[in-house]
């Protein structure tokens, strides 16, 4: 199967991490281009707008759009940032390290771009602790282009100034969370914050603030360079352009792919990931992180875009398909996740706090044999009490998810850990 | 002030308010934990849902506590869905919340146990193992923290913050596992850690003051005055079944205090419930003691005394009601002088919360009431001068001091009208009065703001009003013996 | 005083990059306990207290929010193996279970011999590449039971 590609095309340079080569493969081409024909900042919001680019970083909300949330600059004077989340802690999800390793020159031509619409004072690149290497090769490629005059004062030549600084996380979860990670990078616990306000009139230090998944920011150089038009060509019409697919678990050839939204989960998982590992069947499917709803085998076929996946019952979300095959255990998997998201919940509002342990530990009971007559349709109920938008944040939505969804495709199985605890425990 | 709908009925809603206050401004009561008026708003226990509609949106549960109002906004308290959602939230607070409610001091005032009977939630489905964490953990001389019980709202944090502005409690760990605790389980310090009990809205904060003393629902509370300085907090009085004054509580008053009272005063109910009280009169007998005596007897004795003498000097202690003071007043001039109030040393509690640092809490009163004020130098300067002293009010005889007592030349005349007992060889005659939980009256505090007192309970047997002994005083004053002598 | 006057220079540098001062904890934080022992102390947390102007509540109340930051001393080289959804598909059991056997720690807890803490982790956004484990800051991937007694073997 061939499809454009574009997002990891530099990537599979050699050295595709360091200035020159990245400079030689166009890096920069796109910001130039803007400064060149004398794009206003709203101008180029507008190309953003029109591509039609969803956020990547899970819940799909159209980048443009998010953009010019921003306060007119004219009437408000405050200092304006842009925080890249690079926090990427979603099970199943790892395309932003990628991006943020092979093609960091790439990430901070976006955040240019991005800072010169925005009309923005500075940017920080929020990445998650463990992330090693990632962090190092951005910040190395920030020296890089701070030295060639890309970054902090008359970027280019162009008058425009702007500041881009790394950040390190510490592991949570929670501050993926576009609040959370305001919270965690003014140096507080992650907890995120009731909106309204949105981080557009009251982010980083009360300041106006977009937050954006380094993917999307990743998009945005190919967009201004090539346009909207030929961004449109790719994907589908509400889910426009190519995504990194990250397809894990009980497959031949887990890994992460450049694909078009609209593809097919079949063709992934089949042409791309090599099919069922160890000629097994499918059993059940995640389309996009552990924070989407399970799917069963015979919905393979859903077109992987925003709107076919929340149709077909789940949610696009990351785009990492996690793959279970006719061996692995539903309940087992339930319980994983129900032990992340216990482990993750910042604590601050009853239902998530609280419901997350209790879900932990209902589901625990069954697979250790001591499930009870009723804890099935318990476990449907608190699930219930926990979404939707009763909290401050998703994190409660995205706990209580995937344990309905699981009882909803796989209440079978769950049944059968309190009717026969012997042959679960075997 | 914006225009809203709630429960059906048009009310105005100030919009620097959150729609939560705006419904209990006009009485219709949300239930809340995070939530405090007097602090900063974080919207994390979800209890305060609320239905609300606005133009064509379809109506939807928000957290009041988190909602601007607006405009024509409907709001409906008890709708079904926020009900509904309430009890949800209800249901996962006590899945790990000890039923501790037997042995809790929070008992009879826990929203958590009214919230769970209004919403009717008083069964859980849990059958999993509670948070085992530690339950009387020591922070220091006010407050022990159950750790268990909380339900981390994190009022308590947010009132150290805030209020003294001393971060000394944080939450600690993430999710399921916080806990609220000091760093390095320090004690708390500062004036105002009673007040953590006050704000927590369950039995994890308590008083180690009030641990066990009383069931609330058998308290008389009477809204009163703190006497411990001239910032004159509005406060609660709390009396066990007519007898001892279990605790005393802030009043929210935004004139004065807010939602706080200090340490300092809050821990001041010992001394209203000893035991060493003046009976109604006692008067001195030929053998030189001092016997109890006919109110009447005494009186006509002190009358007769204030008649003959001619340099009578006329203390009140600095806790006089505004009304006491103009009665006392009254009888100095009738007797051609002029009455003069204790005024204590300024203490070092003085700060930028609450606390004056003027121990006097009616400073300003007594003064309108035409007394001066008169320091333990003055005092002793003037009491050497006089012929007869008539001290009145309670705990002037402490202020004073028994060298005080033992200071004055001993042909002068000296009556007492104080609320403790005193068997000091000075004393002529003394009769009982009531103290500031046993009376009624007004002080006025630094600002000139009034405050009442009132009577919590009933003052000792027999026991005459202060207002009552003095005008009897006034009205025969003056007069010659002879017309006094029936 | 724990910080050191290099870490305190770094962390001036550091804080230039913000508009508040306090917004350099986290990555000050993650400097004490990379250079001053593995862990972060109560001596990390009043300097740093001191440094950024908090109260030691305060410091401690954000460090013991975040999974990276260990309150106790622990094992010298710290060993997490990923125990979430697309490392249990592909076998992340059988390398803690090696883990377990190799270092003779504990899930949770440091080996007698003080030369390794063995924990699990949540996930690390090595999803594709799974099982995984992290060893001193470093991923390995894509592993074999075997692999894990050869790395943790070639740790000095």
């Known amino acids: 199967m061939t499809h454009e590609t574009y997002l990891l095309d530099r990537s599979k340079l050699a050295d595709s991490h360091t200035l020159e080569v990245a400079r030689a493969d166009g890096a920069y081409g796109a910001l130039q281009k803007v400064f060149e024909s004398s794009m206003s900042p709203e101008s180029v919001v507008g190309e953003v707008k029109k591509s039609g680019l969803r956020g990547r970083g899970g819940a799909g909300f159209p980048t443009g759009l998010k953009w010019s949330f921003m306060p007119n600059h004219e009437t408000d004077s405050r200092t304006r940032y842009m925080a890249v989340n690079a926090d990427e802690s979603e099970p199943g999800t790892c395309k932003d390290r990628i991006l943020m390793r092979e093609d960091p020159h790439c990430l901070i031509e976006g955040c240019l771009i991005a800072a010169f619409a925005m009309r923005l004072d500075a940017v920080y690149i929020y990445v998650r602790g463990e992330y090693r290497l990632p962090y190092d090769r951005m910040q190395a490629a920030l020296d890089e282009a701070r030295a060639a005059g890309i970054i902090g004062d008359n970027i280019l030549g162009s008058g425009y100034s702007c500041e881009i600084h790394m950040h390190k996380g510490a592991g949570a979860y929670i501050c993926g969370e576009e609040t959370g990670l305001m919270e965690s990078l003014e140096g507080k616990r992650g907890h995120p914050r009731p909106k309204p306000p949105f981080p557009a009139g009251f982010g980083l230090w009360g300041q106006p603030t977009t937050v954006n998944n380094v993917e999307s920011i990743f998009n945005v150089p190919f967009i201004l360079a090539r346009g909207a038009d030929w961004f449109r060509t790719m994907g589908t019409e509400t889910s426009p352009g190519n995504f990194l697919c990250g397809i894990s678990g009980h497959v031949e050839r887990p890994g992460v792919y450049e694909v078009p939204l609209g593809i097919s989960a079949r063709t992934i998982l089949e042409d791309l990931a090599g099919g069922i590992w160890k000629g097994r069947s499918l059993k059940a499917w995640f389309p996009g992180g552990s924070s989407t709803g399970v799917l069963p085998a015979d919905m393979l076929d859903t077109p992987m875009d925003h709107d076919s996946v929340k149709a077909a019952g789940s949610m696009f979300g990351t785009g990492a398909m996690i793959i279970l095959d006719e061996t692995a255990s539903v309940v087992r998997s339930a319980l994983i996740l129900a032990r992340f998201y216990e482990h993750e919940s910042c604590g601050q509002c009853s239902q998530c706090r609280e419901g997350t342990e209790w879900q932990e530990q209902i589901i625990n009971r069954m697979l250790s044999g001591q499930g009870k007559s009723g804890d099935v349709e318990l476990l449907v109920d608190l699930s219930k009490g926990m979404f939707p938008g009763k909290t401050i944040c998703a994190l409660s939505d995205a706990a209580a998810i995937p344990v309905l969804a699981a009882i909803k495709h796989f209440r079978g199985e769950f049944e059968a850990c309190i009717s026969s605890p012997e042959e679960i425990l075997a | ?486 | 005083m724990a910080l050191t006057d290099a870490l305190k220079a770094e962390f001036d540098n550091l804080c230039t990059k913000y508009p508040h001062r306090r917004a350099g904890l986290i990555p000050a934080l993650h400097r004490c306990q990379e250079e001053l022992g593995g862990w972060i102390s109560p001596e990390i947390i009043t300097d740093c207290a001191e440094y950024f102007k908090l109260e030691p509540v305060e410091v401690y109340s954000v460090a013991s929010f975040y999974p990276m930051f260990f309150l106790s001393p622990i094992g010298q080289h710290v060993v997490s193996v990923c125990r979430n959804i697309s490392c249990d598909l592909r076998g992340a059991c059988e390398i803690t279970s090696a883990a377990t056997e190799h270092t003779g720690a504990a899930c949770g807890e440091s080996s007698k011999d003080g030369r390794f803490y063995l924990e699990e982790v949540e996930c690390q956004g090595a999803c594709t590449n799974a099982p995984m484990m992290v060893v001193d800051g470093k991923y390995y991937e894509d592993l074999e039971p075997a692999d894990v007694a050869r790395i943790l073997g070639e740790i000095q």
């Open chain 2, 1 to 486: 002030m914006t225009k809203i709908i709630v429960n059906g009925r048009e009310v105005e809603a100030d919009p620097q308010k959150p729609l939560i206050a705006a419904c209990h401004e006009h009485g219709e009561h949300v239930p809340h934990y995070c939530y405090h008026p007097g602090l900063s708003v974080v919207g994390s226990c979800r209890i305060c849902q609320v239905e609300v509609k606005q133009g064509e949106m379809p109506a939807r549960v928000v957290a009041a506590c988190r909602t601007p109002v607006a405009e024509g906004m409907v709001v409906n308290t008890e709708s079904q869905g926020a009900h509904d959602s309430r009890r949800e939230c209800l249901e996962f607070l006590l899945k790990n919340h000890p039923l501790d409610c037997p042995i809790c001091d929070k008992a009879g005032e826990c929203t958590l146990q009214d919230y769970s009977f209004q919403e009717a939630q008083a069964e859980g489905r849990t059958s999993e193992p509670r948070r085992k964490l530690e339950k009387r953990k020591d922070l220091g001389d006010v407050i022990l923290l159950d750790q268990e019980r909380c339900i981390l709202c994190s009022r308590c944090v947010r009132f150290m913050d805030e209020v003294p502005k001393s971060p000394q409690l944080c939450i600690s760990g993430r999710g399921s596992h916080s806990v609220v605790e000091t760093w390095q389980d320090a004690p708390l310090t500062g004036n105002y850690q009673g007040n953590l009990a006050d704000v927590c809205p369950v039995g994890a904060l308590t008083l180690k003051d009030f641990r066990f003393q009383a069931r609330v629902w058998n308290l008389t509370r009477v809204p009163s005055t703190c006497s411990e300085c001239s910032r004159g907090c509005s406060i609660s009085v709390e009396v066990l079944r007519d007898g001892e004054v279990k605790r005393m509580r802030p009043r929210p008053n935004e004139d004065v205090n807010g939602y706080w009272m200090c340490d300092h005063g809050r821990f001041s109910e010992g001394e209203l419930n000893r035991s060493d009280r003046m009976g109604p009169a006692a008067m001195r007998n030929d053998a030189g003691q001092l016997k109890a005596a006919d109110p009447h007897d005494a009186l006509r004795v002190v009358r007769n005394l204030l008649s003959i003498q001619s340099n009578a000097l006329f203390l009140a202690s600095p806790y006089l009601t505004l009304e006491e003071g103009e009665a006392f007043s009254q009888l100095a001039k009738s007797c051609s002088t002029q009455a003069a109030f204790f005024s204590p040393e300024p203490n070092e509690l003085g700060d930028d919360v609450l606390h004056t640092g003027d121990p006097c809490p009616n400073r300003r009163g007594l003064q309108e009431a035409g007394l001066k004020p008169m320091d333990s130098e003055e005092w002793a300067a003037a009491s050497a001068a006089a012929d007869c002293v008539l001290l009145v009010g309670e705990r002037l005889l402490d202020m004073l001091g028994d060298e005080a007592l033992d200071a004055l030349p001993t042909a002068q005349r000296l009556v007492v009208m104080e609320c403790r007992t005193s068997n000091h060889p000075a004393i002529d005659i003394a009769m009982g009065v009531p103290n500031r939980v046993e009376r009624s009256g007004t002080w006025i505090n630094v600002d000139g703001t009034p405050g009442a007192i009132r009577a919590a309970r009933s003052a000792p047997q027999g026991v005459r009003t202060i207002v009552d002994l003095l005008e009897s005083l006034t009205s025969a004053s003056g007069q010659p013996e002879e017309a006094l002598s029936s």
